[in-house]
Each structure stands twice: as structure tokens, then as C-alpha cells.
């Protein structure tokens, strides 16, 4: 079965400052990969996704994710951080056959130093 | 609809009392899911529906939880007797039922146990 860990549950950043959230995951074959975003009393909403192609993948908001098949690793990034970016940050894992369920990390909650 | 609509957006109970949570998927989406989120928790995996085949009920925590999906479309979450343990935000997505598209989350029903 898929497993999602993402190691920080807390991360503060100035504003400006850039930002990487880690997240590694457990799966035999090629992962389905993503990174959702949750404001404070929304749901969730998708920032960037993988599957295949180039590793290196662009979402919305600034925001873009690496995936390294050699570390189980898809850490998402941003090279300047905005106030508005404090939010808490959600990897998710899907899997290539068998269920179409994601499976999702712990979260990760930023917070913003103005 | 342009979104995954959730209804309550709160409810506070009694315990012992039954609750529905309901979810208007976006149109045209075939697979529906629902997860649940604690409080300083990640997202738990409740079931999922995908078109017309069974749905995967593996992630219910109890058999006071059901869940139903009527004409494909609109889904009822249920849960008999609640308990306090029950309180928190149950989060219902849906997809185009692909792998690698992605949910819509609607932005959730937060349940509270007194």
C-alpha cells in the first residue's frame, strides 16, 4: 500500500524569503503525485500535480514541485513567499493500478513572517 | 455545478442522535469521495464511489457509517449514534475518475459532537 510523510508539521518563513515543503512517499511503481493547499475554513484546493514527463512541474500560485524517483521525493517550492501563502500544505499519493484513492500526508501548516 | 457543494457547512449534534452530510458533486464528474479531518490531523480516507461499480467502503471507521451515491450523482454521508469522537471536518471530493486528474474538494461539513 501508498504511504505519504511529510516530516514538518510546522514551518515559518519570512515573506520574501523562499520556501520548500518535503514530502516523500512509499510506492512500488510510478506514483501519481500531488500538492493541495487548505486556507483556513476552505477545502482544499490542487496546486500542482505529477505523473509522468518532466520532473520538474509548474502549479499555480508560483508554486512548483520537483519529483526524485531516487529519494521517493516531491518537495514543493517557491522562491519568494507571499503573507498570503500561510495556509497548510497537503501532499497526496495515487497509484498507478489497483484503487483510485489518494492517500494524503499529514500536512504541513506555514506561517508567514511579515 | 461549478463546484463540489457540501451541506451543512456546520452541524452540532447530540450524541446518540443520526446525522446526513451531503455532497453535490461537480457535473459530469463520475467518481465521488469523501475523507475526514481531525483536528491536527491529515486527511482519512472514508470511501469512494466510481461510477457504477461498487464503491470501496475500506476506509469507514465503524458500521454506524454509510454512505450512498443515488442516480451517480449526489452522495448522503451518514452517522448512526454519534459519538464525540465523531467531531470533525468531513471533507467530499470528486474527480473525472482518472488517475492522474486530481479531486475538487467541496469545502466541507464541520460536525461537532456535544
Known amino acids: 500500500a501508498q504511504s505519504v510523510t511529510q516530516p514538518d508539521i510546522h514551518i515559518t518563513v519570512s515573506e520574501g524569503a523562499s520556501l520548500e515543503l518535503r514530502c516523500n512517499y512509499s510506492?512500488?511503481?510510478?506514483?501519481?503525485l500531488f500538492w493541495y493547499v487548505q486556507s483556513p475554513g476552505q477545502g482544499l484546493q490542487l496546486l500542482l500535480k505529477y505523473f509522468s514527463g518532466d520532473t520538474l512541474v509548474q502549479g499555480i500560485k508560483g508554486f512548483e514541485a520537483e519529483f526524485k524517483r531516487s529519494q521517493s521525493s516531491f518537495n514543493l517550492r517557491k522562491p519568494s513567499v507571499h503573507w498570503s501563502d500561510a495556509a497548510e500544505y497537503f501532499c497526496a499519493v495515487g497509484t498507478s493500478q489497483g484503487t483510485y484513492k489518494y492517500i494524503f500526508g499529514t500536512g504541513t501548516r506555514l506561517k508567514v513572517l511579515a | 455545478g461549478a463546484g463540489v457543494s457540501q451541506s451543512p457547512s456546520n452541524k452540532v449534534t447530540e450524541k446518540g442522535k443520526d446525522v446526513e452530510l451531503r455532497c453535490d458533486p461537480i457535473?459530469?464528474?463520475?467518481?465521488l469521495y469523501w475523507y475526514r479531518q481531525s483536528l491536527g490531523q491529515g486527511l482519512e480516507f472514508l470511501i469512494y464511489?466510481?461510477?457504477?461499480?461498487?464503491?470501496?467502503k475500506s476506509g469507514l471507521p465503524s458500521d454506524r457509517f454509510s454512505a450512498e451515491r443515488t442516480g451517480g450523482s449526489v452522495s448522503t454521508l451518514t452517522i448512526q449514534r454519534t459519538q464525540q469522537e465523531d467531531s470533525a471536518v468531513y471533507l467530499c471530493?470528486?474527480?473525472?475518475?482518472?488517475?492522474?486528474?486530481?479531486?475538487?474538494f467541496g469545502s466541507g461539513t464541520r460536525l461537532t459532537v456535544v
Open positions: 510506492y512500488g511503481a510510478t506514483p501519481y
Open positions: 457535473s459530469g464528474h463520475t467518481a
Open positions: 471530493a470528486s474527480s473525472l475518475g482518472d488517475r492522474g486528474h486530481g479531486y475538487t
Open positions: 464511489f466510481q461510477g457504477n461499480s461498487a464503491p470501496d
